[in-house]
């Protein structure tokens, strides 16, 4: 029996990572301290789940700033696939490169995956709502792509 990585919980300090964007930009959790930070991980660019959600933080990314939440999306895709990706959908917010997994690892969400029988690692769609001090207050473990970041909004509300 395969034993999962273990998933930081609310309440827990958020792993402190540090990655490279689409643009090449290298940007740390500490980057975020005393703002909120939606960080948001997904398994691949331009696939119509990944793209849907990407597309429902994009479409409120200055409401979700007004409100003072910043957003980061992770995947294991490289930075060229990043760069592509927010340039086709006019992506606001930084897309950590992880093609090494260290972040994915960190989180938790590299995980075994089940496709009709078929078992490979992919990244589990999942959402850290990271506080001003860097403490998770929430976990989204199976986000609505569609409405995401109204999600964000209402689950940050609420704590």
Not at 71 to 100: C, M, N, T, W
Request: charged share 30%; hydrophobic share 30%.
């Amino acid at each position: 029996m395969k034993i999962e990585p273990r998933m930081p919980e609310p309440g827990e300090e958020a792993p402190e990572f540090t990655g490279r964007t689409q643009d090449g930009d290298e940007i740390s959790l500490s980057d975020y301290r005393g703002r909120r930070l939606a960080l948001y991980f997904y398994p691949r660019d331009d696939t119509p789940g990944c793209t849907k959600q990407a597309c429902s933080l994009r479409d409120s990314y200055h409401t979700l700033l007004d409100e003072g939440i910043a957003v980061v999306g992770v995947s294991a895709d490289d930075e060229d696939a990043h760069a592509r990706f927010a340039e086709k959908y006019e992506l606001p917010f930084p897309l950590i490169a992880d093609p090494q997994h260290t972040i994915l690892d960190r989180y938790g969400v590299w995980r075994e995956k089940n496709l009709y029988g078929r078992k490979f690692m992919g990244v589990q769609r999942t959402t850290f709502l990271i506080d001003e001090e860097g403490i998770i207050q929430d976990v989204i473990k199976k986000p609505n792509t569609g409405e995401h970041a109204d999600e964000v909004r209402s689950r940050f509300a609420a704590v």
